[in-house]
């Protein structure tokens, strides 16, 4: 089977670093994404690692690490509109078969 | 691009009554799939297509569920009989595979919310 672990919930404060962690044990690796949903929306693309190391985009990084089969999201200066679910999901293989984490459920509070 | 399209937005039906879901993914996009989320189990994987073609049904929680592309810009995702343990939101996402890493990603639907009583 496949497993994606993620934690249930995380609070911050708003201005605050959060990290939320991911760590996988799949059949297949080619690729670690993030998502976000919003509460009753669909999931948004946010950031895509294939290669160990950090991703940055703004406010928004992500690090990688295949042999650990570790990532994690960073959200800096955080804002009110940031409090939703965080979704990591891997891509098996080279065929865009991506299986996903639970999600952590972010709450910014002020 | 007006996105993924998925209808209805929100379906209420009875145990026992057939339902179908529908998708239109983004033009030119290459897969299409689709997912059911809940509570208790989160985004799971269902069926995706490649090409209009299925490659991997093994989401597919049981006989009662069957999925079809019949063309590139149409989906549908079929329940017959539903049952009340079927209640979830339903996305269909699409994505262009390409050769540079990262350019496949999913885009999502707004999601079909399904209750059934």
């Known amino acids: 089977g496949q497993n994606i672990d993620q934690p249930t919930e995380m609070t911050a404060t708003e201005g605050a670093i959060v990290q939320i962690n991911c760590t996988y044990q799949t059949s297949g690796f080619n690729g670690l994404f993030w998502y976000q949903q919003h509460a009753g929306e669909a999931p948004t693309f946010l950031s895509y690692?294939?290669?160990?190391g950090l991703e940055e985009k703004g406010r928004f990084s992500s690090f990688l690490s295949r042999s650990k089969g570790y990532s994690y999201l960073l959200l800096k200066e955080l804002q009110m509109k940031d409090s939703a679910s965080y979704l990591c999901a891997v891509r098996l293989y080279n065929n865009n078969d991506m299986r996903f984490g639970a999600g952590t459920r972010l709450t910014v509070k002020p | 691009d007006a996105g993924v399209i998925q209808s209805p937005r929100h379906e209420v039906t009875e145990m026992g009554q057939e339902v179908t879901l529908r998708c239109k993914p983004i033009s030119g996009h290459d897969y299409l799939f689709w997912y059911r989320q809940t509570m208790m189990r989160g985004l799971e994987l269902l069926i995706y297509?490649?090409?209009?073609?299925?490659?991997?049904d093994s989401g597919m929680p049981e006989d009662r569920f069957s999925a079809k592309m019949p063309n590139a810009s149409f989906s549908t995702l079929k329940i017959q009989p539903s049952e009340p343990r079927d209640s979830a939101v339903y996305f269909c996402?699409?994505?262009?595979?390409?050769?540079?890493?990262?350019?496949?990603?999913?885009?999502f639907g707004p999601g079909t919310r399904l209750t059934v009583l």
């Open positions: 996402a699409s994505s262009l595979m390409q050769q540079r890493e990262g350019a496949d990603t999913q885009y």
């Open positions: 690692n294939v290669l160990d």
């Open positions: 297509f490649n090409n209009n073609v299925p490659i991997d």
